[in-house]
């Protein structure tokens, strides 16, 4: 009956100073909403640089050459299909591989000449690269057999140079031979030129460049891995392997997406450090607000609190009536900032995001920020309910 009274009391005394209860509750609403969107925006981020670097390549490790502008690199220091081959046969958890070879090249149709990136390509290539064919088809085994003068081009150089019209079947020249187009593709996810691909980028059959560079050698080549968790020896084993198969003095750079994703994860942590520590702030300019506010109404209400010890209300339950009004102002905040913060993310979801990347919501995130909003009301009102709870009665009776 005393803690139901105490409530009863506690919430009567807020009632009738409303403005300055939901001014007080302020800081704890921003405070409880900063603490969900901190998690929702961590999660978010992980997901969608998760999901990005999946689509660049699944499981992706490959291999380039290091070259010394300085001197000329031998042929022997070149990666070759031999070398494609050999990683195919012999390390282990490899799934599918791809030689690439690539040079600037411009294409000319209809008598008009544009710069293009070349890319020969084995087969391999779309099913590592996941490349999305827009129109018509990718290269076959037999394109690669009889060394086909047939291209793929990107989406952006097809309508740079046929506008609205189907590429497929019409002939581009590059150098002095002349291909047929029989695909448009385009990247799953844009690489923004980290990679061989650029916006404009015609791909060929691996064989043709060699009329084209004298010589058949890869400027890349590309493993995927069967798990994500053999990312990490596939590219140790690539690595022996190539060191195995050249000269000592040739230099290769072996690399996976992990360092992409670990920048990634940094940025991500350092948004969410920030969000954090927005958050504790709000949360101690809350608690300073609901400390100072609640040391004002206990001056203003210390007749009555004389009042009512005089009459045998028990300092527990003065405590009380006060530490359950800090509780009421900061728990009724972290209720509504809570539901801001579960909002934001649901109205981001409906009309800024793609629809194929879905905002998660953590349950712990809501708990976290009810208990921490309300654990910050109940502390920082001690002081307040404590000092009223101290008064003596007399001295009270006489307070003006």
Request: hydrophobic residues 50%; proline residues 4%.
């Amino acid at each position: 009956m005393q803690l139901k009274e105490s409530m009863a009391v506690a919430i009567d005394a807020l009632r009738a100073n409303k403005l300055r209860a939901v001014l007080t509750s302020i800081g704890v609403i921003i405070g409880s909403a900063s603490i969900v969107l901190v998690v929702t925006v961590a999660l978010t981020s992980r997901k969608y640089v998760i999901s990005q670097i999946e689509a660049v390549g699944s499981n992706l490790v490959w291999a380039e050459m290091i070259k010394t502008p300085e001197k000329v690199q031998p042929l022997s220091h070149e990666l070759t299909l031999a070398d494609m081959d050999a990683v195919a046969a012999q390390v282990t958890g490899v799934v599918a591989v791809a030689g690439v070879s690539d040079m600037p090249m411009t294409v000319v149709v209809e008598g008009q000449a544009r710069p293009v990136a070349l890319i020969g390509v084995t087969l391999g290539y779309q099913k590592i690269r996941r490349l999305i064919i827009l129109r018509g088809r990718f290269f076959d085994s037999g394109d690669m057999e009889t060394r086909s003068k047939v291209c793929l081009i990107t989406k952006e150089l097809a309508v740079h140079v046929f506008g609205v019209e189907n590429p497929v079947g019409r002939n581009i020249r590059m150098g002095e031979l002349s291909f047929t187009v029989i695909g448009v593709f385009r990247e799953r996810v844009s690489t923004y030129g980290l990679a061989e691909m650029q916006n404009e980028s015609v791909l060929i059959p691996l064989p043709l460049m060699e009329y084209y560079k004298g010589r058949m050698v890869l400027s890349s080549l590309y493993a995927q891995a069967d798990t994500p968790d053999h990312v990490e020896a596939v590219e140790r084993q690539m690595n022996q392997l190539l060191r195995s198969r050249h000269p000592a003095e040739a230099k290769y750079n072996v690399q996976t997406l992990t360092a992409i994703l670990s920048a990634a994860k940094s940025i991500s942590l350092g948004l969410t450090i920030m969000l954090v520590v927005v958050a504790f702030i709000a949360m101690l300019i809350s608690g300073i607000g609901i400390m100072n506010i609640m040391l004002v109404t206990v001056r203003e209400r210390t007749r009555e609190i004389g009042i009512r010890k005089a009459i045998g209300a028990p300092r527990r339950e003065v405590l009380a009536q006060f530490l359950i009004e800090a509780f009421l102002i900061s728990g009724g905040g972290a209720v509504i900032g809570i539901l801001i913060g579960l909002a934001i993310p649901v109205a981001v979801q409906q009309f800024l995001l793609p629809g194929n990347l879905r905002v998660p919501i953590s349950g712990m995130s809501v708990v976290a920020a009810f208990l921490v909003s309300s654990l910050t009301g109940l502390f920082f009102g001690w002081l307040p309910a404590s000092q009223a709870a101290k008064l003596d009665p007399v001295e009270s009776l006489r307070y003006e």
